[in-house]
């Protein structure tokens, strides 16, 4: 029988291994294509995938089984649930694969997209460059249809040129910006604020006017340090809330 073909995954040693393996496989879960298969490879093909013990990738399977994104069974292996969706809470722990998962899942619209003069605000990412390309996209629930959030994303022109707009609707720009586009990603760093809706983000997003929703603004860096992505998002706030995880050591 044909398994699902998870992503793969480069490891980063300063983070729980099962942590890293969950969060990818969650990604490669919910931004799997409709016709793909449900059932998963063995615990031991998936700890050979992933470069990780059996008792890692079972660590991670249990997580995904407790979220309701997988079934397990006795003799016949591990399922994808066929309704699986991302819950609403966004939890970080230093993983890009971690951003990647929380964005995945839903069904994305691109509004628009072309060359616009680079925000005032976000000059100081992009010196010496007039435009930038703008991107703006809308997610809703893939069941219910209801929006969740909208992104504008604002990426250098030398690398807007490599992206595709259909990669746009199925993954992330994380996703397409390190998967497909071929940006090594150093780092991002993220700001979460709490605002008001303003008239654009209450049309969109389907709430009262000046309702509470939560504003994320995320800058992608190469592994030149230079900043090639800023991303802004407007979340729900009936439906988001954020946790972000420290590691002591």
């Not at 707009?165 to 604020?193: C, F, N, Q, Y």
């Not at 389907?206 to 991303?231: C, E, F, M, N, W």
Request: charged share 25%; proline share 7%; aromatic share 6%.
């Amino acid at each position: 029988m044909t398994t699902f073909a998870p992503d793969s995954l480069a490891l980063n040693r300063k983070l729980p291994l099962w942590y890293q393996v969950t969060q990818s496989l969650r990604a490669s879960i919910l931004g799997r294509r409709p016709d793909d298969p449900l059932r998963l490879p063995t615990e031991d093909a998936l700890a050979g995938h992933y470069g990780v013990s059996v008792l890692t990738m079972r660590q991670a399977l249990k997580e995904l089984e407790s979220e309701g994104l997988i079934s397990r069974h006795r003799r016949r292996g591990t399922f994808i649930e066929p309704r699986a969706r991302r819950g609403s809470p966004v939890r970080l722990l230093g993983s890009v694969d971690t951003i990647v998962a929380q964005q995945s899942g839903e069904r994305t619209a691109v509004l628009e997209h072309g060359p616009t003069a680079v925000p005032a605000d976000l000059a100081e990412y992009f010196p010496g460059l007039d435009e930038a390309m703008a991107y703006r996209r809308l997610r809703s629930e893939e069941a219910s249809g209801e929006p969740t959030n909208w992104a504008e994303n604002f990426v250098r022109p030398e690398v807007a040129e490599r992206i595709d707009l259909a990669d746009l609707t199925r993954w992330p720009m994380t996703k397409v910006l390190r998967d497909a586009v071929g940006v090594r990603i150093s780092r991002i760093t993220d700001t979460v604020e709490a605002r008001l809706a303003d008239p654009e983000t209450a049309r969109l997003l389907q709430v009262p006017l000046l309702s509470p929703i939560l504003h994320y603004t995320g800058v992608t860096y190469d592994d030149s340090g230079r900043p090639v992505d800023v991303a802004r998002i407007r979340y729900r706030g009936d439906r988001f809330s954020f946790t972000v995880t420290l590691d002591a050591h």
